[in-house]
């Protein structure tokens, strides 16, 4: 067996494993807020915890790489990742779970950095695509095992299963092939060289615009589907489950649209689709008619996504290592600061909060051509 898939096959692992508690926190806070006796808003402080540690900690992970092997570096980041899931499980103290909320987030924000860096550079252009979607399809199962599990088991087991298996990849990391897992020794790191290429900040600026609107409304799902509809654990979990399955069929439709009608078309069919389905969340519907809604705005942002990191993807390879930590800290960190904005407008009205994302959304369709260029030189 090709060695190269090996190292795929630890990179996936270690993305179901960031993945698995992400998506399913969102459906258990009602139930932690509960448990804990504390106020949803406070439950649902530990999404923003983590994404922004993640935002800001992915960028460390290039320069890191440049210096240190990716196999020790993954393995650290393994551990810690552990060691903040086992925090998590002090069940009488949110202060201690919002620690461990930050310490998961320095661990998860290495996968994604490190995987495209080795990825793009042990596999040729021809295989790349089908190598990354595998990559990225993975968080997919990660987030639907984790969702399955929030709808039949106490949400403390969300934490104790990732604390677990993080030990044991950590260990099943030494295992690993060292085809591309060393050091990237000789390259440099450099996000200001990396800022002065023509139409990156506008890139960055539309990702960041489009994942703070969007985590607006997405992370509070497991909160407006309690407060606003009053469904059970199982239904709201259900619910979650089908969006991420919607996700990952959005990501290819979004990848025939980017390679067929170009990279902006998709842009615009996405975040046509995200604002209007976002602001249809203001009536009030039945569980087949939701759960459309729900699947189709899922579908609106991974066709938007995917055009907009294809856009990103177009760049030279001399900016690799750079582009895949600024692609993870900026939706990450913008995500986390969304939902932290979005918080004191859901408490006061969801249905009014999610009308007027939407309609900021749709306002991105006329920035496309101003903030999402096509490129040439690649």
């Known amino acids: 067996m090709d060695r190269r898939y090996s190292v795929l096959f630890f990179f996936c692992a270690a993305s179901v494993l960031i993945s698995f508690n992400v998506s399913a926190l969102t459906a258990v806070v009602p139930a932690i807020s509960r448990s804990l006796n504390i106020s949803a808003n406070d439950a649902a402080s530990l999404i923003p915890y983590y ?14 790489a440049s210096r240190f092997s990716i196999k020790h570096l993954m393995m650290t980041a393994c551990i810690l990742f552990a060691l903040g899931n086992a925090l998590s499980l002090a069940f009488d103290s949110l202060t201690v779970i919002l620690l461990g909320r930050v310490v998961a987030g320095f661990g998860a924000a290495a996968v994604t950095p490190l995987a495209l860096m080795t990825l793009g550079k042990i596999f040729e252009k021809d295989l790349r695509g089908r190598v990354l979607g595998a990559f990225f399809s993975s968080s997919f199962l990660g987030a639907m095992l984790g969702l399955v599990l929030s709808g039949i088991a106490p949400w403390h087991w ?19 092939p060292k085809e591309g897992m060393e050091a990237n020794t000789g390259v440099r790191v450099n996000y200001m060289d990396v800022f002065r290429v023509k139409g990156l900040r506008r890139i960055l600026v539309f990702i960041a615009l489009m994942s703070l609107l969007f985590h607006g409304v997405g992370k509070w799902y497991g ?3 309690d407060k606003i509809y009053g469904y059970n654990q199982m239904t709201i979990s259900g619910l979650i489950i089908l969006t991420a399955l919607t996700a990952s069929i959005g990501q290819l439709i979004g990848g025939f649209i980017s390679d067929k009608y170009g990279r902006a078309m998709a842009c615009y069919v996405g975040i046509g689709i995200l604002s209007f389905f976002i602001m249809m ?11 459309i809604i729900l699947s189709l705005i899922s579908i609106g942002w991974t066709i938007a996504h995917n055009g907009i990191s294809t856009i990103l993807a177009d760049f030279s390879s001399s900016y690799r290592a750079e582009l895949a930590a600024l692609n993870s800290s900026v939706r990450f960190f913008s995500g986390g600061i969304g939902f932290w904005i979005s918080g004191g407008f859901m408490q006061s009205n969801f249905k009014l909060s999610f009308l007027s994302i939407g309609a900021l959304m749709s306002l991105l369709v006329f920035l496309v051509p101003h903030l999402v260029i096509q490129r040439k030189d690649v």
Request: charged content about 0%; hydrophobic content about 70%.
């Open 158 to 176: 969300l934490f104790i299963v990732p604390a677990v298996l993080s030990v044991v990849l950590a260990i099943a990391f030494i295992f690993c």
């Open 223 to 225: 909160v407006f589907l």
């Open 51 to 64: 994404m922004i540690p993640y935002g800001l900690c992915a960028l460390f992970y290039a320069p890191l």
């Open 281 to 291: 969340l203001y009536g009030q519907y039945s569980l087949l008619n939701l759960a």
